[in-house]
């Protein structure tokens, strides 16, 4: 194999590029991605860089990295159409040869139908963030659609920064698809002691000049209106090009499309889940940057294993630093420690552990839900240290 394009040049796709040339293979390898400029992290948009500013530290390498590893990096550069037969992508009237392809096109945010949608903000990238932040030059009063991770993220730097926030969740908690009832209940007190204004249950049914309507008539003034009500997976080159796309590309255990010569990873791809073969998507720089490396050690005949990564995520909202090891479904038990952390559990099988402030428990889950399950009578028997499982 010569030849390696890559479309989408976030944080799963310059992992693939970095690995590649880490796992020793020596073709070449185009990185394309829509947006200008270098490949940059995401999550501090919703925290440090909103107070910051600071646009180099979100880089995740420098210029010069590009040209002695041998990656071209095309930026400002948009894909449109893969020519599976010829083994080509199409971007304008520029073309691709590929050998193997990795599709790395990540996310959009979702667009609910609201009427006057459009006045409000998104912050999915540095230009949305840089938007953002230019808009809080002076103490606003900010309605957040979504109260999950990016939402809350944004009203933590926002009351911290003084600003009058209002979040509006059509759910009944907070982050309900992610986390337990009871960190829920303790992220909802944490906004509320920020004096964040709260509202659950609460669909938005208009954006005005002035604010925000909920569902139940009630209008919020609002200055700065931001939409954070999730994302949807960027699917459409893969569909055109006919490959099976359901909530996301679907990808075998390998990370491998129905099409030998095409991968996909990160945000935009439907795998199996390791432990129950149910199709997931993940949207974390963790499962972003595994894929990445499995798909590397694959392509190079490194290792022939299917993907097995335990998932993991943190999201930092003010002073709390939450931390999510393995992955509960929503209606996976919750059992809360004496230290606050919650341990979800499917069925017997310890499923996830949610922790806040707590990076020992977490590092010490990750680590053991990579192992044999872990039984819940077992963990019981021990006061729940897991690290004596
Ligand atoms: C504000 C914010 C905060 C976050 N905080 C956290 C956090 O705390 N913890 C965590 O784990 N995760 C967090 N995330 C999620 C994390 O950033 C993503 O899961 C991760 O970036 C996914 O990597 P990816 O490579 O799949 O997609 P992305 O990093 O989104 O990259 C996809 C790239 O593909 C490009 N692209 C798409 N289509 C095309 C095309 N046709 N042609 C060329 N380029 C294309 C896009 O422009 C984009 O740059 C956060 C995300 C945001 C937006």
């Known amino acids: 194999m010569d030849n390696i394009v ?34 940059y992290q995401r999550p501090p948009l919703s925290k440090a860089y909103l ?3 600071d646009a180099g530290a979100l880089r995740l390498r420098p210029a010069s990295f590009f040209a002695k590893a041998g990656i071209d990096l095309i930026g400002g550069l948009w894909v449109d159409h893969i020519d599976r037969n010829a083994q080509t992508v199409m971007a304008g009237d520029r073309v691709f040869p590929y050998d193997h392809l990795i599709l790395a096109t990540g996310t959009r945010n979702l667009r609910p139908p609201i009427p006057g949608l459009d ?73 509320r002691d920020l004096g964040t204004t709260l509202h659950l249950n609460a669909p938005v049914t208009d954006v005005t000049e002035d604010g925000i309507t909920l569902q139940d008539g009630s209008a919020i003034g609002a ?78 005949g490194k290792s022939r294993d299917p993907y097995a990564a335990v998932p993991w995520f943190w999201s930092d909202q003010a002073d709390a630093k939450l931390q999510i090891a393995g992955l509960a479904a929503p209606d996976d038990e919750a059992l809360a420690g004496a230290d606050g952390t919650i341990w979800r559990f499917a069925g017997d099988r310890l499923s996830a552990v949610e922790t806040v402030n707590n990076a020992k428990t977490h590092m010490q889950a990750r680590k053991r839900l990579a192992g044999v399950p872990i039984d819940r009578a077992a963990l019981f028997g021990t006061g729940f240290d897991i690290s004596a499982v």
């Open 223 to 300: 200055d700065v209106v931001l939409l954070a009500a999730g994302v949807r997976p960027n699917t459409h080159l893969a569909k055109v090009a006919g490959l099976p796309v359901e909530n996301g590309i679907v990808v075998d255990a390998f990370l491998l499309t129905n099409d030998p010569a095409i991968s996909a990873l990160g945000d935009c791809a439907v795998f199996p889940n390791p432990n129950t073969g149910q199709p997931v998507r993940l949207e974390s720089v963790q499962a972003a940057t595994d894929h990445a490396r499995l798909i590397s050690r694959r392509i190079t």
């Open 119 to 191: 006045r409000a903000l998104d912050l999915r990238t540095l230009q949305d963030a840089s938007r953002l932040r230019a808009a809080l030059d002076r103490p606003k009063r900010c309605a957040v659609i979504g109260g999950g991770f990016i939402g809350l993220e944004f009203a933590a730097v926002a009351a911290g920064l003084g600003h009058d926030v209002t979040i509006a969740e059509a759910a009944p908690r907070l982050m309900a698809r992610a986390v337990s009832p009871a960190m829920s209940e303790r992220f909802h007190a944490l906004h």
């Open 51 to 53: 107070k910051t500013g």
């Open 6 to 39: 890559i479309v989408g040049a976030g944080q799963g796709g310059l992992q693939a590029a970095i690995s590649l040339r880490q796992d020793g293979f020596t073709g070449r390898i185009t990185l394309i991605g829509g947006e200008e400029g270098l490949p």
